[in-house]
């Protein structure tokens, strides 16, 4: 059975969904457990296609943004109508701009929200450089800060989650490619996605530096890194009952394959990493119900695509079921997820949710 050692998942991650007031702030609650304090933020208009995406972190600091979708470099705001206010200790505070808080006579807004360890950061060792590390190994999550090496070559930083990492997201700070890799890829050194772009997985020798341990996240100069710069890295750790990494095949007919996640899922991320298609990302409050469960592709500034002619996937109690047969994630072509729960299948007691 998919016994949990975390009964509630929205202390860890939540999706919040709220309408815009282009003031200065506005102060969003969340509707789960009243304790997550959010360090990692992923934003998105909901009806515009022609906003970018906008991410934050608390190590990084509110003041800092950037975008998934693009190659751009970091954006720092210190003014008082800046994009982002605060992370609360139930929520957030966003400003006025309308990345984060567009009126809602334009549309409404999106946040996928994930708990850390509040901003507390320590200094890893652990690599060949030493990075910041803010980790929360229950959750199995950590935010990475460290600099690259002046000369090229294999280097390495700490990442804190005690385990080898089933996926790691990477940014340079100053502009550049989101590399992203994840256990399924093809090999474990060479192969990478980029988290901005729809293109399938890319080979490149090296890429990896010495790869992925328990301790340090493993890239190479002038593959994945480059010389001098600042980096930062979001390193994840499945969790049984609260999070799943992983892989399947479309086969672009509706009744599509069914992924065992041993929970309910909050939000699921998925890539064909064998063919062109956007990242897509799915949740239980984008409509929420199925089969019409809304996406977003983090790659892209399109609006939503959703209601009745986009029946992508059904949501359930253990797992999630592809029910699209066109593009989307059912394509005849092999898939990378990652996933985040709702609720546990069965409890850290051993008892089913549905006899709760």
């Known amino acids: ?51 970018d995406w906008y991410a934050v972190d608390s190590s990084r600091g509110s003041t800092k943004g950037l975008a998934t979708n693009t190659t751009a470099a970091e954006t720092t705001s210190s003014s008082a109508t800046k994009d982002f206010q605060s992370f609360n200790t139930d929520g957030f505070t966003v400003g006025t701009p309308e990345d984060t808080n567009a009126t809602n006579s334009i ?8 708990k850390c360890n509040e901003g507390s950061t320590a200094t890893n060792t652990s690599g060949t450089e030493d990075s910041v590390v803010q980790v929360n190994t229950d959750a199995g999550f950590s935010i990475v800060t460290a600099t690259a090496p002046s ?19 990477t940014r340079q700070r100053s502009g550049g490619g989101w590399w992203t890799w994840h256990k399924d890829l093809t090999n474990q050194t060479t192969y990478y996605l980029g988290l901005n772009t729809d293109s399938a997985q890319t080979n490149e020798a090296n ?31 499945e969790k049984q009952g609260y999070s799943k990494f992983g892989k399947y095949v479309g086969n672009a007919v509706v009744n599509g394959p069914f992924v065992y996640t041993g929970f309910k899922p909050a939000c699921i991320i998925t890539k ?10 799915y949740d239980n409050k984008r409509l929420g119900f199925n089969v019409y469960n809304d996406a977003l592709s983090i790659n892209s500034q399109a609006a939503t695509a959703g209601g009745s002619n986009y029946n992508f996937m059904d949501i359930l109690s253990n797992g999630f079921k592809m029910r699209r ?32």
């Open 272 to 281: 064909t990493i064998t063919a062109v298609e956007g990242w897509g990302i």
């Open 207 to 237: 890429m990896w530096g010495g790869g992925m341990t328990s301790s340090v996240v493993g890239v190479s100069s002038p593959n994945s890194t480059l010389a001098n710069q600042t980096y930062v890295a979001y390193c994840f750790a």
């Open 325 to 356: 047969a066109t593009y989307g994630p059912n394509q005849s072509a092999t898939y990378i997820y990652m996933a985040f729960a709702e609720n546990p299948f069965v409890t850290s007691t051993g008892i089913p949710t549905t006899a709760r």
């Open 151 to 169: 000369s090229n070559g294999h280097w390495s930083f700490g990442h804190g989650l005690g385990v080898k990492p089933d996926m790691v997201i």
């Open 1 to 51: 059975m998919a016994y949990t050692n975390i009964d509630d998942p929205s202390a860890f991650f939540q999706t919040a969904l709220y309408s815009g007031t282009a003031g200065a702030n506005n102060a969003i609650t969340n509707d789960g457990n009243s304790d997550l304090k959010p360090d990692w933020l992923l934003f998105k208009h909901r009806t515009a296609s022609n906003q």
């Open 107 to 114: 549309g409404t807004h999106a946040a996928w929200q994930w």
